[in-house]
């Protein structure tokens, strides 16, 4: 028995020299732990390659999302100054808008200083077949408005009369209308004295829906081209000198064959039209 243990310690003690010995030419050949790691080594390889590139995808995620909260807050930031910089604009605008109509007021007021005039909005339209009239929002009760009184755009182009006067709103008949008729003056501001630069214009019904206004009794020594100003003459005391009537597009003989007249475009689209004077 005990030769056989003295044999047993002699072979265990013999195998972990050599095994010590193997693992010390290994590491001084191989430049590693051993071929006992390296077998490792080679088998965790590829578990250490996945484990590497999951941590770099979930690094690149992570580094999305966190980029991604940026844009997020920097598109909320740029929304807010665009929300910003659109209501300084429209206020801008408006203060513009309220400029223009206080410089063109005044403006008005400068040309045709003996005319008491306040501002009215027109609210709805009666047309048809045979008159072309609009209701503006301004009667005995709201304001001063008499029957008979001019009514001008901002600018001084002539639009229409008041015919009819309510409570609370108003009838302007148009310059187009049938009934309708203002002395003028063909060329100059209507300051002019000569008779035969005088004539009268008046709605016509062959005319309205064209948009058009006749210009009638035009004196035969008086040439009249295309494109001339009407403007009121102030005679007769119902409109004041100097409101812009339009100007002639054509000029016709009656077919009678004695005297002219000719049609004339009004300076102001009465169709287009939402604030007035008068």
Known sequence: MKAL??????IIASASVLIAIIAIISVNIFSSSG???GIANTITRPVRALSSTVA???ETIFSAIYRYDELLARNAELERIIVERELDFR???ELARENAMLRDLLEFSERHGGWEHEVATLTSWNADNWSLTFVINKGYMNSEIEHGMPVATEYGALIGQVTEVGAVSSTVTTLLDTTFSAAVYIGGDGTGDSESA????K???????????ILDFINDEIVVNHGALIVTSGRGGVFPPGLTVG???????????IGRYATIRPMQDVDNINNVRY
């Open 91 to 93: 206020a801008s605008e």
């Open 247 to 257: 100007n002639v597009e054509t000029v016709f003989t009656h077919t009678s064959g």
């Open 35 to 37: 071929p006992v790691t």
């Open 198 to 201: 005088r004539a009268t214009v």
């Open 56 to 58: 770099r995808t979930f």
């Open 5 to 10: 243990i003295t044999r047993r310690s002699i």
């Open 203 to 213: 709605g016509d019904f062959s005319y309205m829906r064209s948009g058009l206004l």
